[in-house]
C-alpha cells in the first residue's frame, strides 16, 4: 500500500460586509490612517455587525462556500476541526454546531485554541488523522469574530482585528502532496501579554470585571511583537533547513496576517522575494484563526499542483510553528 500523506483539496473564505476603514478608526479614538499603515500594514478590517450572529455564523458561511465550490456531499465530511479563540459560548462546541448546521451529520466535531496559531496547529490535527488511514476527509475551519473582544477604546488593540472564515478540506493522497513537514512550538511565558483577563475559571465574570474591561483582549504589543519576529522567523528558517530547501524551491510563503512588518521580517530571514509572499492583511486585518485559509482562499488562483508552501504563525500563549505543504491540485 503506497504512503498515505494529508493533501487540501479544497478551500472556502467569508467575510462580512461591513469595512471598518482606518478613517473610520480616526472618529473613534486617537490615531490616523498613516500610523496605523505604517506600523501594521492595514488599510480596513471587516466586522460582523450583526448582535445576533457569532463565530459560528462565519466558520459556516466558509465552509459552505467550500462545499459549493468543491461540489461535495456534507454527509461524506468524517469530522469538522473548529480552529478558534472566540467560540460561541463556553462548554457548548461551536464546532459541533457548524458540523449540524452545514449538513455534515456523520462527522464528529471539536474546537481547537491556540490564538492566532489554532488553525496551524489544526492543519496538523487534520494531517494525522488522514495519515491514520481511518478518515478521508476532515474539514478544518479557522474562524473568528474579534470585534466580540475586542475595545474600541483601546487604540492598541482595536486597529489591529478583524472578523472573518476560512475552511480547507483534508483529504488522503497517494502522490507524495500534502502536508511534508511541521515545526511547532510553545511557551507560558507568553501568558500575561496577550489574554483576555477574566471570564475563565481563574477570574469568573462580576459586575467589577466587565465594568473593568477585563472580557477584552489585551496585549503588550511591544513584547508581543519581538516573540513573533523571531520565533515565526526562526521555525521557517527552521522548517527549510530540515527539508534541504533553499528559497529558490519555495514558491509561496503564506504568513499569519497579523503585522505587514512580522510578515517581511520572515521573508527577509526566508530571503523570499515579494512577489513569493502572499498578503491580504490589508484588507481584513488580524483574523486570527481565519488568516491562513482567507489567505488560501483569496490568492487560490496563484497556487498550482507541486508548488511547495510554507505555512508560518505565532499566537498568545505564546504558541508558534511553521509547516511545510506540497499543494495538490490545479484550480478549474
Not at 467589577?208 to 520565533?231: C, L, P, S, W
Not at 481565519?290 to 499542483?305: H, I, S
Request: net charge negative; charged share 25%; with cysteine.
Amino acid at each position: 500500500m503506497n504512503t498515505i500523506t494529508a493533501a487540501i483539496t479544497a478551500v472556502g473564505g467569508y467575510v462580512p460586509d461591513f469595512v471598518l476603514s482606518n478613517k473610520v478608526l480616526e472618529t473613534m479614538v486617537d490615531t490616523n490612517d498613516e500610523w496605523i499603515t505604517t506600523r501594521t500594514g492595514i488599510k480596513e478590517r471587516r466586522i460582523l455587525k450583526d448582535a445576533d450572529k457569532g463565530t459560528s455564523y462565519l466558520a459556516i458561511k466558509a465552509a459552505q462556500d467550500l462545499i459549493a465550490k468543491a461540489n461535495i456531499d456534507p454527509l461524506e465530511i468524517d469530522m469538522v476541526i473548529m480552529a478558534t479563540a472566540t467560540p460561541d459560548m463556553m462548554v457548548a462546541s461551536t464546532g459541533v454546531y457548524v458540523a449540524t448546521e452545514i449538513g455534515a451529520t456523520n462527522a464528529f466535531a471539536y474546537d481547537l485554541q491556540a490564538a492566532c496559531s489554532s488553525f496551524l496547529y489544526g492543519m496538523s490535527t487534520a494531517a494525522a488523522y488522514i495519515q491514520s488511514g481511518r478518515y478521508k476527509k476532515v474539514l478544518l475551519i479557522g474562524a473568528d469574530k474579534m470585534s466580540s473582544i475586542v475595545d474600541y477604546t483601546d487604540r492598541a488593540t482595536c486597529i489591529i482585528f478583524g472578523d472573518g472564515a476560512g475552511a480547507v478540506l483534508f483529504e488522503p493522497n497517494y502522490e507524495g502532496l500534502g502536508l511534508q513537514d511541521e515545526y511547532l512550538r510553545s511557551d507560558g511565558v507568553g501568558r500575561d501579554f496577550l489574554k483576555i483577563p477574566a471570564g475563565g475559571s481563574l477570574i469568573p465574570p462580576t459586575e467589577e470585571t466587565v465594568k473593568n474591561r477585563q472580557h477584552n483582549i489585551m496585549q503588550d504589543g511591544k513584547t508581543v511583537f519581538k516573540y513573533a519576529v523571531t520565533n515565526m522567523a526562526d521555525a521557517s528558517e527552521l522548517i527549510l533547513k530540515r527539508n534541504n530547501l533553499t528559497n529558490q524551491d519555495v514558491n509561496w510563503l503564506v504568513p499569519h496576517q497579523a503585522n505587514k512588518r512580522i510578515i517581511d521580517a520572515t521573508a527577509g530571514r526566508l530571503e523570499l522575494e515579494d512577489s513569493k509572499v502572499l498578503v491580504n492583511i490589508e484588507r481584513y486585518g488580524n483574523t486570527t484563526s481565519g488568516t491562513l485559509p482567507l489567505v488560501l482562499a483569496d490568492f487560490e488562483d496563484k497556487l498550482k499542483k507541486g508548488d511547495n508552501i510554507i505555512f508560518a504563525a505565532f499566537g498568545g500563549g505564546f504558541t508558534w510553528g511553521s509547516i511545510y505543504l506540497k499543494w495538490a491540485y490545479d484550480k478549474k
